[in-house]
């Protein structure tokens, strides 16, 4: 009896998870042969080439290249967001923003603008803490902006 219930639970679980609509993510399927990144050389292209290489997509370093994503600013800010009361910080905002554009089929694209924004809690006594709080969300907003690039470059023949 229990054997029956185990395995009816199974062959249930099995059935929920089939019917979600569960799937690995899969490389995007890009029409493009080659392409040249320009305009920057932080973290932000190598997350790009490392993508767009799983895509089987050659880089092409001459410019020369189906598609052309040139960098046109790649900006990074750390404001203040809150004080506390008795003025010390109290939260950051960190902002990183790029804007770029496309060239295909001889054609550029209008430049194009991404932001990425996250907010953190500062306390000063835990400086070691909140320095390496802001570096792990640094490297989380430059790994968004990398993947929305990449879907930018995905949506621009459809």
């Not at 009896?1 to 490389?27: A, D, E, T």
């Not at 950051?92 to 295909?104: D, S």
């Amino acid at each position: 009896m229990r054997k029956n219930n185990f395995l009816i639970f199974c062959i249930s679980l099995l059935l929920v998870l089939n019917s979600c609509g569960f799937q690995l993510r899969k490389p995007i399927d890009l029409d493009y042969q080659s392409y040249a990144l320009t305009g920057d050389s932080s973290g932000l292209s190598k997350l790009v080439h490392k993508q767009l290489s799983f895509s089987d997509i050659k880089e092409n370093k001459d410019g020369n290249a189906e598609l052309v994503i040139e960098i046109l600013n790649n900006n990074f800010a750390k404001r203040i967001l809150s004080l506390a009361g008795n003025g010390q910080v109290g939260e950051f905002e960190l902002v990183q923003t790029i804007e770029y554009r496309f060239k295909t089929n001889g054609q550029w694209t209008e430049p194009r603008r991404l932001e990425a924004i996250r907010e953190y809690t500062y306390d000063p006594t835990l400086y070691n803490a909140a320095a390496a709080e802001e570096s792990y969300l640094k490297d989380s907003m430059i790994e968004q902006l990398s993947r929305s690039l990449v879907t930018e470059i995905n949506n621009l023949g459809k």
